[in-house]
């Protein structure tokens, strides 16, 4: 079995034959839990300037160090969609955040609303979590993590040029795929909390002229499931997934 070259996200600037020092953590898992030795390939990237092709210079008790090489592949932003949720707890906001940048999201942030359990979001759990999935599945571009916000001020403060998608579990069941026909990126998909949204944030949803409401099927969905199905129907519909 052919071995796989490691993958690290770094915060330093990359560039031909840069040396970089790498953190506690990040030498750690080179040296002692990958057992990696001075000469040994890794991959690092930071998400501006693609990723680049290097090797361990140093693999000590107390430092180690990488040097870049080469570019390899270019920075590849994904299109111009965001992930708007109402945080979830723990194990199932750290599932979630890795998925939807799996699924290739520009942006991910916390919507408070009126039945949102998780009181607070730890922002730099969910960018390690982003971090991890870029990291684990050969992605160059690691989506940003923004600030929370509740419901009414998002739809507020909205930019109607970027189109937001509504996952309405009581929208009429129909083709989301149809629902979305005729749209185009910038857009924004945006998930309520567990029990749903309330009546009044739904009236205020479908009030606004850059929204369309979308039905995910005739099931009802964890908000985890959803991030998926959403997502994928968005991507497919308005982003990478359809083009040839």
């Known amino acids: ?14 560039s031909a034959d840069r040396d970089i020092p790498l953190s506690r953590e990040q030498g750690h898992y080179l040296a ?3 057992r990696l030795v001075p000469g040994d390939a890794v991959e690092v990237f930071n998400g501006t300037q693609g990723a680049w092709a290097a090797y361990v210079t140093e693999a000590g008790r107390k430092a180690v160090s990488i040097r870049c090489e080469r570019l390899i592949s270019e920075v590849m932003a994904p299109p111009d969609i965001d992930y708007l949720f109402a945080p979830l707890k723990h194990a199932r906001l750290d599932y979630m955040v890795q998925k939807a940048t799996e699924l290739g999201v520009r942006r991910l942030r916390p919507v408070m609303t009126a039945r949102t359990i998780a009181e607070r979001v730890n922002l730099e759990r969910m960018k390690a979590n982003a971090v991890e999935a870029a990291e684990q ?4 571009f690691v989506p940003e993590v923004l600030q929370p916000v509740p419901l009414p001020k998002l739809i ?6 970027r189109r937001l998608i509504f996952c309405d579990e009581t929208a009429a069941r129909a083709n989301p ?4 026909a005729g749209l185009a990126i910038p857009a924004a998909v945006l998930v309520g909390p567990e029990g749903g949204f309330t009546d009044e944030e739904r ?3 479908k009030a606004q002229p850059f929204v369309t409401a979308i039905s995910l099927g005739p099931r009802i969905l964890r908000a985890d499931t959803v991030a998926i199905a ?7 519909a308005l982003g990478d997934w359809g083009q040839g």
């Open 177 to 180: 795929l149809q629902a979305l």
């Open 137 to 140: 599945c050969n992605l160059v």
């Open 1 to 14: 079995m052919a071995k796989t070259t490691p993958r690290l996200h770094l915060e330093a600037e990359l």
């Open 230 to 236: 959403a997502l994928a129907v968005v991507q497919a």
């Open 156 to 161: 507020g403060d909205w930019d109607p040029s």
């Open 32 to 34: 002692h839990v990958l």
């Open 203 to 205: 009236r205020l949803l």
